[in-house]
């Protein structure tokens, strides 16, 4: 268990951020914890914390040989498919999806928020213990196109489209109807028109 105390609200971020690089993620989700308390509601804490629990998620996959058949961990059938169990990596990802959504809430148009939050629903999908794996890819779906629309070129847009891919490639997944896409993504050019970011998307990597 961690022992990690902040010092003081203010410096909380600062510390969250320090102890990240350290690759002291469990004890900066803690930081981040302190300065969400203390600062309100601020999409970037929200963002950092996830980032903290995707942190945890891959540790552990590191600590976990495939096809080991127990302990938390990512378990790779060799047929370019796994799945995911344990319930340290079961509670960071529900962790995680909550602090993306809340960080869309916040920012809408920030697409770092999204490519988080298409993280999570990736990494719940894969869970063993996910219920409803249709909603999770669902929500992938939606979080990989809402950041594309907002940063095609950014830097984590090519994971955004293998993921797009991915889920084109699974014979059994629905895609999402574009009338069910978020309208709060919608985007103004300079001329003032409005353009929904599916139709951004559908430019990009194209529908079906």
């Not at 102890?19 to 950092?48: P, T, V």
């Not at 869309?104 to 999908?125: C, I, N």
């Not at 059994?172 to 951004?200: I, M, Q, S």
């Amino acid at each position: 268990m961690s022992g990690y105390v902040a010092s003081s609200f203010e410096t909380a971020k600062k510390e969250g951020d320090d102890l990240f690089r350290q690759g002291k993620f469990l004890d900066a989700s803690n930081a981040y914890n302190m300065a969400i308390f203390g600062e309100g509601k601020n999409e970037k804490l929200y963002a950092n914390r996830a980032a903290c629990w995707e942190k945890l998620i891959h540790e552990t996959r590191a600590k976990i040989c495939p096809n080991s058949g127990s302990g938390s961990g990512f378990h790779d059938h060799g047929d370019g498919t796994y799945h995911i169990t344990g319930g340290d990596c079961r509670n960071w990802i529900q962790r995680g999806l909550e602090d993306s959504r809340e960080c869309v809430k916040l920012k809408p148009a920030w697409a770092r928020g999204w490519q988080r939050l298409s993280t999570f629903g990736e990494l719940a999908a894969f869970h063993e213990d996910t219920v409803d794996r249709d909603e999770a890819m669902a929500e992938c779906e939606t979080a990989c196109r809402a950041a594309l629309a907002l940063e095609p070129g950014g830097a984590n847009a090519q994971k955004c489209r293998r993921t797009l891919q991915m889920l084109r490639d699974d014979a059994e997944y629905v895609p999402v109807p574009a009338g069910d896409l978020p309208a709060h993504c919608a985007r103004d050019d300079a001329n003032g028109e409005v353009f929904l970011w599916t139709l951004k998307i559908e430019q990009d990597v194209g529908v079906r």
